[in-house]
């Protein structure tokens, strides 16, 4: 299926099932991802379970982007990688297809956005290689079990996400600024919150920087490059987390002929339990 409209206007349109979506088991959630019944964010679905970011190359770049996520573990940290040709995530969980198992995909060509669908088996090739990166999704249940209000979450909007000034260490052609992801935080919540996710270094980890986001180039939060605007009250400060965008900035600058990832905020649900995010090892 293809999606019509750009990013951003996409991200107003999400669908009407996300509460529906909050409520049944992970197996549930993807069956009806898989169908198409739902395109919209995965923050909040899932709860309990590790989701991933999407990155799928020609097996021509797999080599060079697996150096980039190996030198920039903090926003690419690599939960999982198929065989060529595979889209069977045989090492995340039963039966996930990575063809049709995400909410919403970006099909990249010579590293401009060309659209979005919602299942890529028509343009899956013998040679691509998919990638999963662990996303910030996966500690948020964590957070709210711990009393930390998280907006997009109460408000059904995609986390706010922002290039920044900090620079990926390159590889091969992938290089470009670190993305990160944005929740506005009371100052004690988020001195407690860089403690509750330093357990989940598959997940990005702690946050990178805490307040004023001029410091690493980020000119007006309220202007996300991926991402809704997320309002910040008075008594609250923005805290950053690394991002499993990033590559998508890097394919930008690498410009393949063709890549696919998830639309931001349209995750992978795998089967990995949540707190594998710092044992991950045993699966991978």
């Known amino acids: 299926m293809q999606v019509s409209g750009t990013q951003s206007e996409y991200s107003k349109t999400a669908d009407n099932g996300f509460d529906d979506l909050r409520a049944v088991s992970t197996e549930r959630a993807r069956a009806v991802i898989r169908a198409g019944a739902y395109t919209g964010h995965t923050a909040g679905i899932g709860l309990g379970f590790l989701q991933g970011n999407l990155v799928i190359l020609p097996a021509g770049y797999a080599l060079d982007f697996f150096r980039f996520c190996q030198r920039n573990p903090k926003p690419c940290p690599l939960v999982g990688?198929?065989?060529?040709?595979?889209?069977?995530?045989?090492?995340?969980?039963?039966?996930?297809?990575i063809r049709s198992d995400l909410p919403l995909y970006n099909i990249y060509r010579n590293g401009e956005l060309a659209g979005q669908v919602t299942d890529i088996s028509e343009i899956w090739q013998p040679d691509y290689v998919a990638f999963v990166l662990g996303c910030s999704f996966t500690f948020e249940e964590a957070l709210l079990a711990d009393g930390i209000r998280l907006p997009h979450i109460d408000t059904n909007k995609t986390v706010s996400m922002y290039r920044t000034?900090?620079?990926?260490?390159?590889?091969?052609?992938?290089?470009?600024?670190?993305?990160?992801s944005m929740r506005p935080m009371a100052p004690a919540n988020a001195i407690r919150a860089c403690t509750i996710t330093s357990r989940y270094p598959y997940a990005h980890g702690e946050p990178?920087?805490?307040?004023?986001?001029?410091?690493?180039?980020?000119r007006d939060l309220s202007k996300p490059d991926y991402g809704d605007s997320v309002p910040i009250t008075d008594t609250e400060i923005p805290v950053f987390w690394a991002c499993g965008v990033t590559p998508q900035a890097a394919i930008h600058m690498a410009k393949p002929s063709i890549?696919?990832?998830?639309a931001p905020g349209s995750m992978l649900i795998t089967d990995i339990p949540s707190w594998a995010g710092g044992t991950l090892q045993q699966y991978y």
Request: net charge negative; proline share 8%.
């Open 81 to 97: 990688v198929s065989n060529t040709g595979d889209p069977m995530m045989r090492n995340l969980g039963e039966d996930i297809d």
């Open 208 to 218: 990178i920087h805490l307040g004023d986001g001029l410091q690493i180039g980020i």
């Open 259 to 262: 890549c696919i990832t998830h």
């Open 165 to 180: 000034s900090i620079q990926t260490t390159p590889a091969g052609p992938f290089a470009g600024p670190v993305v990160v």
